[in-house]
């Protein structure tokens, strides 16, 4: 039975858990805007997994400010690639790395992520794979009215972090 479950008084104190909580929640936190780094306890990062929607949507909305701010400078027309550009200098750009990476080793032969043997074609084919997606972002921001940006942003964002917490712990 969980702490939930029992009328006992959980174990540890709530200041103890709440510090982890917070731990948990700033790994998760640097994940998403870092990365993958040998710095991050992987266990803070799957426990802080809980909170991505939460940092998806605040950085949607870090998104919707900087597109705010710089709006009255380069106009509307330039809101959907100010936004899709933020987002990725947000995160380190490593989810289209990410993206890259990926394509470029499942068209690689078997063993390449081990020796490192990726193809130049494969790599090249994986680069175009996450412009184009970073395209479809733009596209799909571009033919949003412009009063729905502000609402859309932060809502992609949070979607699609939650998108990884869904798939890590729901399948």
């Known amino acids: 039975m969980s702490d939930l479950e029992t009328d006992e008084s959980p174990s540890e104190p709530f200041s103890v858990r709440a510090l982890a909580m917070a731990r948990e929640m700033w790994a998760g936190a640097r994940y998403l805007v870092l990365g993958a780094r040998p710095s991050l306890d992987l266990e803070d990062v799957a426990r802080g997994g809980a909170f991505f929607p939460a940092l998806g949507l605040a950085l949607g909305a870090l998104v919707v400010v900087v597109v705010w701010g710089l709006e009255p400078v380069l106009g509307q027309r330039w809101s959907p690639l100010v936004a899709v550009l933020t987002m990725t200098a947000l995160t380190s750009s490593a989810l289209p790395r990410g993206f890259a990476g990926a394509v470029a080793l499942v068209l690689s032969p078997r063993g390449a992520a081990e020796t490192g043997d990726v193809a130049p074609a494969a790599r090249l084919a994986g680069v175009l794979g996450a412009l184009g ?5 733009w596209w799909a921001l571009s033919v949003t ?18 998108a990884f917490v869904v798939q890590a712990y729901g399948s």
């Not at 009063?147 to 964002?157: I, Q, W």
Request: charged share 15%; glycine share 4%.
């Open 133 to 137: 997606t970073t395209w479809v972002k």
């Open 145 to 162: 009215p412009p009063e729905a940006l502000s609402l859309s942003l932060p809502l992609a964002v949070m979607l699609g972090r939650w």
